[in-house]
């Protein structure tokens, strides 16, 4: 029973990992619509990236408090 | 509190702010950035961005359309189906452009391409129930739903870049040929004019 409980949970840790590129690509291209510079751009990026990951994960957490 | 309008001082962060891009013809760039993520870009000699948006946005279609088994981009209409059960997921991964483009043209001129290629689902029900659509989601599992997401974002993305193209970073100055020759007959930087302006 625990064991395919850690197998569910270690999937579902293996499946965030397809989120990633999604955070990134997203960050990059909407920074890329609001300067010109690369700069800008990375600098803008970098905080939006860190802004949906935050948001994933309390979103996250609050589903898994509710879950269980 | 000096007023920047009324001195010679250039804001610390205007040349950030106001950034100034040739836009040469908006249109023709729309239409290829409409064709290929980046295109549009290229054409406007807006090198490192259109780079970025070609690595940016291409592989994303690719990876997504590739973990989907190939099955994930497809124009279809159904007639009887509920007006929210249409695949609307194409609507958004027709923006990504010509690599999407072979769905529609599937659909609409009687599979040209085979009937492997980017294919509609036969919708009718089988024996036993379901239909080639259930198949897929049954052999592809989260896979399928992860690669069409993954489509329709990379076609959202170039919608953004193709507005990009044609109206540049929001908060650019867009100029004409000809009031850049006055700004320069005056001597005075672009970016520290608009500045003035926007102040």
């Known amino acids: 029973m625990i064991e395919s409980l850690l197998f569910f949970a270690q999937a579902d840790t293996n499946r965030l990992w397809y989120a990633l590129p999604l955070v990134v690509s997203v960050s990059l291209v909407y920074a890329a619509t609001r300067h010109e510079r690369m700069s800008a751009i990375l600098r803008h990026a970098t905080s939006c990236a860190v802004w949906m990951s935050g948001f994933v994960a309390v979103v996250m957490t609050v589903l898994w408090f509710m879950g269980g | 509190m000096t007023d920047p309008a009324t001195t010679n001082e250039e804001p610390a962060d205007a040349s950030e702010e106001f950034e100034q891009v040739d836009l040469k013809n908006p249109l023709l760039a729309a239409g290829l950035a409409l064709l290929l993520p980046g295109l549009g870009h290229l054409y406007q000699q807006r ?3 259109a780079v970025l948006f070609m690595v940016c946005i291409l592989p994303m279609y690719f990876f997504g359309w590739s973990i989907g088994g190939g099955k994930v981009v497809y124009a279809q209409w159904r007639p009887n189906a509920p007006i929210l059960e249409q695949r609307w997921h194409y609507v958004c991964q027709f923006w990504t452009g010509v690599p999407a483009w072979p769905a529609l043209v599937q659909t609409m001129f009687n599979q040209p391409f085979g009937d492997e290629f980017m294919v509609a689902p036969e919708l009718s029900d089988r024996f036993g129930g379901g239909n080639e659509e259930s198949d897929w989601h049954a052999q592809y599992h989260g896979y399928y739903e992860l690669g069409t997401v993954y489509t329709m974002i990379a076609g959202i993305l170039n919608l953004l ?9 929001i908060g650019s100055v867009i100029r004409s040929d000809e009031e850049k020759k006055k700004l320069a007959a005056k001597n005075i930087p672009a970016a520290t004019a608009e500045a003035r302006a926007k102040s």
């Open chain 2, 161 to 169: 870049v193709i507005f990009d193209a044609v109206g540049g970073p």
């Open chain 2, 47 to 49: 090198y490192a961005k």
